[in-house]
């Protein structure tokens, strides 16, 4: 069969796509990539997927840009004679949807891995973009044949909402984590070891937080976290700013009070291996990537109860959850990590036994390939 990827960035189909798209290669598909950026176009053609670029303004809600987005879609997958689309992301599950359905491709199935930034903020600006997903939403599942979740929370909502029927609602828990890649025993002790002595020269406990430089994210409550807790431990935000995101934070306060700011690095293996504490105080998720890794790694988490930071951390089993926007209380659940030695060990050994019970790839990946027979 051929079987079509759509994604909004190229290093969204690489990273969280890709071990699903190779398996079904290896079974013997034709399988096509197809994004809007050619970054990672080298490294899809190498794992043998045929690349597809197409001309989508990701921020845009010009209504004339949307059409436009639909109709250059349209014009990538028409020739390729696709017996199926799979589609992520928001503008791709539902303009993806409509070129496909005009294409008249057979299948359709979209990925829902979160609800986006409109789903967060309250502003009126919010409430009406919210407003017209939902009415694209609902038109589009009626066109398409499945969508599938990575958490248990957004189907229900969607359900409730009427958007979508239950029957075309897949839940597969997370896009997986390779957890013999993400593996404690595996790292290279010496690179851990020079990470160590750049970010905490003293011995104090590293508290980490991986994330896009965005208030979404929690960072303004890390920051206020940092400084409640004191010099207790060396606090470090890892990750890069998004210009495009109108929730970026600026960089005159990133390298404000005391947070260790490192910017995106390539080396996250070594990296979450170093860190003692990790911390994610996101107002919501689909199923954070970075709480994987961290998992995986056999890290004790603290985590905001919120969509999707909920299906990886357990409270008080291999972390804590702390309330949304209260900085006091994830200060006093770091601080009491940062206190007990012991309750961190205990907290990583269950986050790696999760991890590889619940979100080790394989185990995902044979969940999505009965979906392509």
């Not at 957004?154 to 839940?171: A, N, S």
């Given at each position: ?24 290669k290896?079974?013997?598909h ?12 080298k490294?899809?053609e ?8 197409y ?5 845009s809600?010009n209504?004339?840009?949307?059409i436009?987005s ?5 014009q ?7 017996d ?14 409509f ?6 491709i057979?299948?359709?199935?979209n990925l ?11 502003t ?7 407003s017209?997903?939902e ?18 929370d ?17 839940v ?6 390779d ?11 010496d ?16 508290v ?7 208030w ?6 890390f920051?206020?976290a940092s400084k ?15 210009s ?16 260790n ?9 070594t ?6 504490i990790?911390v994610?105080?996101s107002?919501?998720?689909?199923v954070p ?5 961290a998992?995986s790694m056999a890290?004790?988490?603290v ?14 089993v291999?972390g ?5 926007k ?15 030695v ?17 979100f080790?790839?394989?185990k ?10």
């Amino acid at each position: 069969m051929n079987i079509g990827f759509l994604g909004n960035l190229s290093d969204n189909l690489y990273m969280f796509r890709r071990p699903i798209m190779k398996a079904l290669k290896n079974r013997g598909h034709k399988i096509f990539a197809i994004a809007p950026d050619d970054r990672y176009k080298k490294e899809l053609e190498s794992d043998g997927f045929f690349f597809i670029q197409y001309k989508m303004k990701r921020q845009s809600l010009n209504p004339i840009e949307e059409i436009l987005s639909i109709k250059a879609i349209y014009q990538a997958i028409k020739p390729l004679n696709l017996d199926i689309l799979q589609t992520s992301t928001v503008k791709p599950n539902i303009y993806g949807t409509f070129a496909a359905k005009l294409a008249k491709i057979p299948k359709v199935y979209n990925l829902v891995e979160g609800m986006g930034s409109f789903y967060i903020d309250d502003t009126l600006k919010a409430k009406i973009v919210r407003s017209i997903i939902e009415t694209l939403y609902k038109r589009a599942s009626s066109l398409s044949d499945l969508t599938i979740f990575v958490n248990s929370d957004d189907p229900k909502y969607m359900i409730d909402r009427g958007l979508i029927v239950p029957h075309k609602v897949k839940v597969i828990k997370s896009v997986g984590i390779d957890t013999k890649e993400y593996d404690p025993a595996k790292v290279d002790k010496d690179k851990v070891l020079n990470w160590r002595e750049k970010l905490s020269s003293d011995g104090k406990p590293i508290v980490m937080m991986v994330a896009r430089a965005i208030w979404h994210k929690g960072i303004k409550e890390f920051y206020e976290a940092s400084k409640i807790v004191g010099d207790k431990a060396h606090f470090v935000l890892v990750g890069d700013t998004d210009s495009g995101n109108p929730s970026c934070a600026n960089e005159e306060f990133l390298k404000s009070g005391k947070v260790n700011w490192i910017g995106r690095q390539s080396d996250m293996v070594t990296l979450t291996a170093v860190s003692d504490i990790y911390v994610l105080p996101s107002y919501r998720e689909g199923v954070p990537r970075t709480l994987l890794e961290a998992a995986s790694m056999a890290k004790p988490i603290v985590a905001t109860d919120v969509v999707g930071c909920r299906e990886v951390v357990s409270d008080g089993v291999n972390g804590f959850l702390v309330p949304v926007k209260d900085s006091r209380t994830l200060a006093e659940a770091i601080d009491r990590l940062i206190e007990n030695v012991e309750l961190r060990e205990k907290f990583g050994k269950a986050s790696r036994q999760k991890a590889m019970e619940e979100f080790d790839m394989p185990k995902v990946v044979e969940q999505y390939l009965p979906l392509y027979s």
